[in-house]
């Protein structure tokens, strides 16, 4: 089975249960159903084909998944442009994925204004929606256009690419990640049964779906279950509001929205009595969060562990049983990631590749259906993680112990994840480095009480200039994402630590700034 033939079994099992709810806005899986063929339709009518990329540029809205399910259907390959990109990145990924049409709300029409000349001379159709978008095709038009006849669904191999999903590249651009149609069948049923949701549950997962977490908004195609969209973007109070007024079950949230949410609800305005359990994921959480999460929601908790390259799909699962042990008998394992699911194998190797025992420390080695086709465009790229037999290297540097749960221990690389946002440092060496007076420059990533983790550069100026922290960020403005702009640059006199290579000692970098938090204007031990 594909993902449209999930959709099309919950249109004829559920076809009046609400799907989504956005807003003000809802609509039932028959509806979703019938929107996609009728979108799918029409973009056939547009000459988009089998294989064809449709991208879209938009907030958070139920247009999203007509898009989406559109594409299962007619084999099409979604992309997103992250709203938050920098025109250079925008052009890039459309340039890279090869589109053929974009998809933009009107509320994004500022923001693609500067590529439009460029679209229209490559051919690339830009359809408007959601307002006065001013654009010369309609996506309403084109919905509209295709209710007359139903869509040509070609025959579709598991392994064709359904999406791809952008991420930070290690050159200072999004490099993309392509993910499978089975990919996404598996991601989706085994998360499901892995995290124990039942057909009645209301699931309410909160990030922008630019990125790949767009696959965790359709798991309801494993069993009929009712998702909950944020109304344009994530923000606390209304994420609260929206729980109770939708009296949702289940939120997934990553440890920075924890805290945020842990210290409002606290307020006592908020009525979460429908929740059962909470779920999180996508980046570290401390054991004090975890107890502090329990503490003041007093339901269920479950761990998810999943990385971009595996549809987004959780490798590991952290269970309720898991926590109620965990808090009351064995705080160690408050540390852990939990157990691989089944649709996941997981193997921690030495530097060359041996698999290691129990407890030793080496790199996570992941094997599925999940696992991501390729890097496109990239097989240099590609061929680094993937050492052969179906083996993908993950780059996180992990144990695995005797009860096969899995605890993550540093991020290869240092990835700093902020907010949920992957950020790499390499991609803000470069930009930094742009600025005449930087002589050296290094980006680490620091505790963060909000953020998990907030992006910080260590500069070296040249001699006699007057740098500053506002001067030196001026250079950020239109090549870096709100995300990757460091929230704070300590200037230095002596050189950088380096190796003998001449290679930056960043590990030193970070090591030193912990050692002395005056440094920083926030709380590390906090974080």
Request: proline letters at 5%; glycine letters at 8%; one cysteine or more.
């Amino acid at each position: 089975m594909l993902p449209r033939d999930l959709l099309t079994r919950c249109a004829q099992n559920f076809p009046n249960k609400i799907a989504y709810y956005c807003g003000d806005r809802s609509a039932t899986w028959s509806q979703m159903d019938q929107r996609a063929d009728q979108l799918a339709a029409g973009l056939q009518q547009l000459g988009i084909s089998q294989g064809d990329t449709v991208a879209i540029l938009t907030h958070e809205t139920i247009e999203v998944y007509e898009h989406f399910f559109a594409c299962m259907k007619i084999g099409a390959v979604r992309v997103s442009l992250n709203w938050r990109y920098a025109a250079e990145e925008m052009r890039h990924v459309l340039k890279d994925s090869n589109a053929k049409a974009v998809i933009v709300q009107a509320r994004c029409r500022e923001t693609i204004e500067p590529l439009l000349p460029e679209l229209v001379k490559a051919g690339i159709l830009v359809v408007g929606y959601g307002g006065d978008h001013g654009l010369e095709l309609d996506y309403e038009a084109v919905v509209e256009n295709g209710r007359a006849n139903a869509p040509q669904c070609p025959t579709i191999a598991p392994d064709d690419a359904l999406f791809i999903s952008y991420t930070s590249g290690t050159s200072g651009l999004p490099k993309g990640v392509v993910l499978t149609h089975h990919g996404l069948h598996d991601t989706v049923v085994y998360s499901v049964l892995s995290m124990g949701f039942a057909p009645d549950d209301v699931w309410y997962m909160p990030a922008a779906s630019a990125w790949v977490v767009i696959a965790m908004n359709v798991w309801g195609l494993a069993n009929g279950m009712t998702h909950v969209l944020p109304d344009g973007d994530f923000e606390v109070t209304q994420f609260l509001h929206d729980m109770s007024r939708y009296r949702v079950t289940v939120p997934l949230m990553v440890p920075t929205m924890l805290r945020w949410l842990a210290r409002e609800y606290r307020s006592g305005k908020y009525d979460l009595s429908s929740v059962r359990m909470i779920a999180f994921g996508s980046s570290p959480s401390s054991p004090a969060l975890i107890r502090e999460v329990s503490e003041t929601f007093g339901c269920d908790l479950v761990q998810t562990y999943g990385m971009t390259e595996a549809t987004g799909g959780w490798i590991t699962f952290m269970t309720p049983k898991d926590y109620r042990e965990a808090l009351t008998v064995d705080s160690d394992r408050l540390k852990s990631v939990g157990r691989c699911g089944v649709h996941f194998e997981a193997s921690i190797r030495s530097e060359d590749g041996a698999e290691l025992a129990p407890n030793q420390t080496g790199e996570l080695w992941v094997r599925g259906v999940p696992v991501m086709k390729e890097y496109l465009n990239l097989p240099e790229k590609t061929a680094e993680v993937f050492p052969g037999d179906g083996w993908m290297r993950t780059n996180d540097i992990a144990r695995k112990d005797e009860d096969g749960y899995i605890y993550l221990l540093d991020r290869k690389n240092f990835l700093i994840i902020t907010g949920a946002v992957n950020v790499f440092p390499s991609n803000v060496d470069a930009v930094l480095a742009l600025h005449e007076d930087v002589e050296e420059v290094a980006v680490v990533g620091v505790p963060h009480p909000d953020w998990g983790e907030a992006v910080v550069a260590v500069v070296k100026a040249r001699e006699d200039s007057e740098l500053t922290q506002a001067k030196l960020l001026e250079v950020c403005e239109g090549r870096l994402s709100k995300p990757e702009i460091p929230k704070l640059v300590l200037f230095v006199d002596e050189a950088l630590p380096k190796t003998l290579s001449a290679k930056l000692r960043k590990k030193d970098i970070r090591s030193w700034i912990l050692d002395n938090p005056s440094l920083v204007p926030w709380s590390m031990e906090e974080a």
